[in-house]
């Protein structure tokens, strides 16, 4: 795929942390720096208390640095206010979780249309958006199930399908293959690199080597910083898993990358 031009960019984005009681503070993260161009598959690993889930929470505009700038696409997340928030996050970024946050009592269809409803658009303005959609996520025949109705893998489908309804420009996963089988995964993760060669950006927090194996680029969080990346070049996913084991278990030993 042809990288065009940046889409994320972060810069000296620094999170501090101050306790209820006692006011000891807790730096989750420092100095965290990286860029992501239009139509990269990004994952972000570490180890639990690294800073993963503060920098997506930070990315997603839910939780504002304490120093640093975020910038999607030129705008300033920083700068955005209270009240445009929600608009922004709905109109830019699209969720997908490992627990997949779907409304039990809507359809799948009225699940993954939800953002459009929200978006004012109209049933005659949704209609046309949601059928290649369907035939992308292959979920054409469930739409009119319950989300308790179908298996962990359907349901992952339509929050994905949700996700990428209003053409994100950042699509950012939550460990979502962490509730799925092996079979479920194999697919998500398919189907990951389908939407991502489409020109859907990703960037994704996982726990999973082999999740983290299907991105064209892995960074690796060290007690809230960035330790190392690595960039798939022309390595195959079994050539990548390696690589990423080798570097996670430099993290787990404390040790220091040296190549």
């Known amino acids: 795929m042809t990288v065009t031009n940046m889409i994320l960019d972060v810069r000296n984005i620094k999170k501090v942390y101050t306790t209820r009681f006692g006011g000891h503070q807790v730096q989750a993260l420092s100095n965290v720096t990286f860029s992501v161009e239009q139509g990269e598959f990004i994952a972000i690993m570490g180890e639990s208390g690294s ?19 975020v910038f999607l696409d030129g705008n300033a997340l920083t700068g955005i ?16 979780f490992q627990d997949f946050n779907l409304l039990d009592n809507f359809t799948v269809k009225d699940n993954i249309l939800l953002p459009l409803v929200l978006s004012g658009k109209t049933y005659d303005e949704m209609v046309p958006i949601l059928k290649p959609v369907l035939n992308k996520l292959g979920i054409e ?83 809230g910083a960035i ?4 960039y798939r070049g022309e390595s195959t996913n079994e050539e990548l898993y390696q690589k990423i084991s080798d570097t996670l278990t430099i993290l787990a030993t404390g040790g220091i990358f040296n190549a």
């Open 51 to 69: 800073g993963k889930t503060t920098l997506l929470n930070i990315l997603a505009a839910l939780d504002k640095p304490t120093s640093g700038e």
């Open 227 to 230: 330790f190392h990346q690595i």
């Open 141 to 223: 025949d469930i739409t009119e199930k319950y989300p308790y109705e179908i298996s962990g893998g359907q349901k992952q489908r339509t929050a994905i399908a949700r996700a990428i309804i209003t053409n994100p420009k950042l699509l950012l996963a939550d460990e979502p293959t962490g509730a799925l089988d092996s079979k479920a995964t194999n697919s998500l993760l398919k189907l990951f690199r389908k939407i991502n060669e489409d020109g859907q950006t990703i960037l994704m927090v996982t726990h999973s080597i082999k999740a983290a194996s299907h991105a064209s680029r892995v960074l690796f969080l060290r007690d």
């Open 81 to 96: 206010s209270e009240k445009e928030i929600s608009a922004f996050r709905r109109n830019n970024l699209g969720f997908v």
